[in-house]
């Protein structure tokens, strides 16, 4: 089992930067992917960004290329979401996921963090 928990969500304004970190228990961290997903209300889940066990590579969706950042502690069994350039329709409930590195899915999710970006 691996328990997620996130923290760093909050009420900003458009235009404003927020860092969202998750921090890990359980399992050998180094040994999953780690995941950041969203949801917005009325909406389904979407994926935001992904980094590999060993943040040897990243990969984020189309909507927040350039603006948001993920990273990963293995040391603190951290990992990190910094966004930038906030838009109101970032406004959702952030969870952080992880899924064994040989693995397609994401089997272990976080409670969630609220972010809500007003214009």
């Known amino acids: 089992q691996v328990q997620l928990v996130e923290s760093g969500g909050g009420l900003v304004q458009a235009g404003d930067s927020l860092s969202l970190s998750c921090t890990a228990s359980g399992r050998t961290f180094r040994n999953y992917v780690m995941g950041w997903f969203r949801q917005a209300p009325r909406k389904e889940r979407e994926f935001v960004a992904a980094i590999w066990w060993n943040g040897g590579s990243t990969y984020g969706a189309d909507s927040v290329k350039g603006r948001f950042t993920i990273s990963r502690d293995n040391a603190k069994n951290k990992v990190y979401l910094q966004m930038n350039s906030l838009k109101p329709e970032d406004t959702a409930v952030y969870y952080c996921?992880?899924?064994?590195?040989?693995?397609?899915?994401?089997?272990?999710w976080g409670q969630g963090t609220q972010v809500t970006v007003s214009s």
């Open positions: 996921a992880a899924r064994y590195y040989s693995s397609v899915e994401y089997n272990y």
